[in-house]
């Protein structure tokens, strides 16, 4: 089963719109972290923010918020007022388990175009 | 912040050719490093978890003997891929991490093509 799932192969955004991407995830690990990184064209990955399983609040980082539903096992990520430097390959990831030695489960990703 | 420096970032190379891949940990010290491998337009599959001072842990369906890695210092670790075939070519990717909540630092990746 996969542990991570996003559902939107591709998603089209205006310039200065907001836009939400969406990830589930699957464990029955109490203590887990959610991640998501942003891949341009080039493929490097840049992190863009973190969620902890115990986290009582959202995470916000700039123009980045992560909606956080514990029950219903999601971590989407939200973009307000979208760049066009904001096209590209988004992932979200888990670990899980506290072990920072543990590795990443990615998912398939979402690419995400802006249009001017 | 923590870098992971990934090098070479491109290698174009003839059949047969054995490659080698480093990743290092600039400015801290990873007693753990992945590496992935990406397809095209597809996610990172994990291919081998790298421990320093012993030996790497592969992913299921990955041929340790194909792809080698060696993790001699706390600071670098290396992929080479044995005998390169066109089908090995990909772009490959390393990380490590830095902290229970922090997330895994990547290199900036390396394209391998073999012709």
């Known amino acids: 089963a996969q542990k991570i799932t996003q559902t939107q192969p591709g998603m089209f955004v205006q310039e200065k719109e907001a836009v939400t991407l969406d990830c589930t995830y699957d464990?029955?690990?109490?203590?887990?972290?959610l991640f998501w990184y942003k891949q341009p064209s080039s493929g490097e990955m840049i992190f863009l923010i973190y969620?902890?399983?115990?986290?009582?609040q959202n995470a916000t980082e700039g123009r980045y918020s992560l909606n956080f539903q514990k029950a219903r096992k999601s971590a989407n990520l939200v973009i307000s007022a979208s760049q066009l430097g904001d096209s590209a390959m988004y992932f979200c990831?888990?670990?899980?388990?506290?072990?920072?030695?543990?590795?990443?489960?990615f998912g398939p990703g979402t690419r995400l175009s802006v249009l001017p | 912040g923590a870098v992971v420096s990934q090098h070479p970032s491109r290698v174009i190379c003839k059949s047969g050719t054995s490659v080698k891949i480093e990743c290092r940990s600039l400015?801290?010290?990873?007693?753990?490093m992945f590496w992935y491998r990406q397809f095209p337009k597809q996610s990172l599959m994990l291919m081998a978890t790298s421990n320093e001072g012993s030996k790497a842990t592969y992913e299921q369906g990955v041929e340790k003997d194909k792809f080698l890695i060696n993790h001699a210092s706390l600071t670098l670790s290396t992929l080479t891929v044995t005998s390169a075939h066109p089908e090995d070519s990909s772009f490959y990717i390393c990380?490590?991490?830095?902290?229970?909540?922090?997330?895994?630092?990547f290199g900036d990746g390396t394209r391998l093509s073999i012709l």
């Open positions: 990380s490590a991490g830095t902290g229970a909540n922090q997330p895994q630092h």
């Open positions: 464990t029955s690990d109490p203590s887990y972290g």
């Open positions: 969620q902890g399983s115990y986290d009582q």
């Open positions: 990831a888990m670990r899980e388990g506290v072990n920072y030695g543990q590795n990443f489960v």
């Open positions: 400015d801290f010290q990873a007693t753990t």
